[in-house]
C-alpha cells in the first residue's frame, strides 16, 4: 500500500478539519488528527462527503442563477417609427430653463405640437423662420399625460426647400467655461419641469444652478431675500445657441449662508 503525504492532505485537513469537530467529537489533539488522516477509508469517506457537499452547492447556485436569468424582466425591442409630416403656422418659440431656444409650437389644423431642436441650432432656424410662417414639418409624433403632443424632429421644410436635416448635424464642442464668484440676494427659487427645486434665481440676474437635493436642503436655511455669496463655473454659450434671457448661468461649487460655506457640487 502507497503511504499518504501528510503534506499533500494539508488543504484537505483545512477544509474539513471542521467537520471532524462537529461530526466526530475529535478534539485539537495533533496527534488525534494524524491518526485519522492515517486511515485510509475514512480518508475516502469525508473526501467524497466533501466533493458532494461542493457539486451540491455549484448545482443550487447554478439553478438560482438560470431562474434570477429568467425572471429578469425582457427589453422591449423599439417598433418602427414611422416619419409623418406636419403642415402648419410657427405660433411661437421656447426655451428651456437655461433661457436658451430650444424649440417652437407648431398649429396644424387640428392640434397644437411642441418641436424641440438642439439650442445650438436656434440661430440657424430662427433666420430662417419667422413667427406665423406656415411651414412642413417631418418628424415622429410623441404623446404625452396631460394631452401634450410634441413631434421628435426630422426635418423643416420651407418653401419647397429643406432647411434643417437632423441626420446631417453634429454636435459641436463644449464652449469653455470660466469661474466666477459674487455675492446677492435670493429672490426666488427656480423650479424645473417636474416642480423640483434646481436653483436660485438671484436679484443681480444671476441664476444658480445645483443639484436637486441640494437645492431643496438650502432652502432649510436659506429663504426668499437671503443675502448669499457664491463660487462656480459660468455656462458659455455653444455656437448657434440664442438666449431668450440674458442671464447669467452658473453652476454653483459652493454657496455661503450666514458665514456657513456650503459645497453644492
Not at 392640434?111 to 406665423?132: E, G, R, S, W
Not at 409624433?141 to 441626420?167: C, F, H, M, T
Not at 463644449?174 to 427659487?189: C, H, T
Request: hydrophobic share 40%; net charge positive.
Amino acid at each position: 500500500m502507497r503511504e499518504i503525504n501528510l503534506y499533500k492532505m494539508k488543504n484537505i485537513v483545512t477544509t474539513i478539519k471542521k467537520n471532524l469537530y462537529l461530526e466526530h467529537g475529535f478534539g485539537h489533539d495533533k496527534l488525534e488528527l494524524e491518526t485519522i488522516l492515517l486511515s485510509k477509508p475514512k480518508i475516502k469517506k469525508m473526501r467524497l462527503k466533501f466533493f458532494l457537499t461542493m457539486a451540491i452547492l455549484i448545482a443550487v447556485s447554478f439553478t438560482g442563477f438560470t431562474q434570477n436569468r429568467q425572471h429578469a424582466p425582457k427589453r422591449e425591442k423599439k417598433a418602427l417609427q414611422q416619419v409623418t409630416a406636419f403642415s402648419g403656422q410657427l405660433v411661437s418659440w421656447t426655451n428651456n430653463q437655461d433661457y436658451l431656444y430650444d424649440g417652437f409650437y407648431l398649429q396644424t389644423l387640428n392640434y397644437k405640437y411642441l418641436v424641440k431642436f438642439p439650442p445650438n441650432k436656434a440661430n440657424q432656424l430662427m433666420m430662417a423662420i419667422k413667427t406665423d410662417s406656415i411651414i412642413t414639418v417631418k418628424g415622429v409624433e410623441k404623446r404625452y399625460p396631460y394631452n401634450q403632443k410634441e413631434i421628435k424632429l426630422v426635418a423643416i421644410i420651407v418653401g419647397g426647400k429643406n432647411i434643417y436635416d437632423s441626420i446631417l448635424f453634429k454636435k459641436d464642442l463644449p464652449p469653455i467655461e470660466e469661474f466666477f464668484q459674487g455675492q446677492a440676494n435670493i429672490k426666488k427659487l427656480q423650479k424645473d419641469r417636474r416642480g423640483k427645486i434646481n436653483g436660485f434665481i438671484l436679484d443681480n440676474n444671476t441664476v444658480l444652478r445645483m443639484p436637486a437635493h441640494v437645492a431643496k436642503d438650502l432652502t432649510r436655511v436659506a429663504e426668499i431675500g437671503t443675502k448669499i455669496s457664491y463660487t462656480g463655473l459660468r455656462k458659455g454659450l455653444h455656437f448657434g445657441e440664442v438666449v431668450a434671457v440674458n442671464d447669467t448661468i452658473i453652476h454653483c461649487k459652493t454657496i455661503t449662508i450666514n458665514k456657513i460655506q456650503y459645497l453644492t457640487k
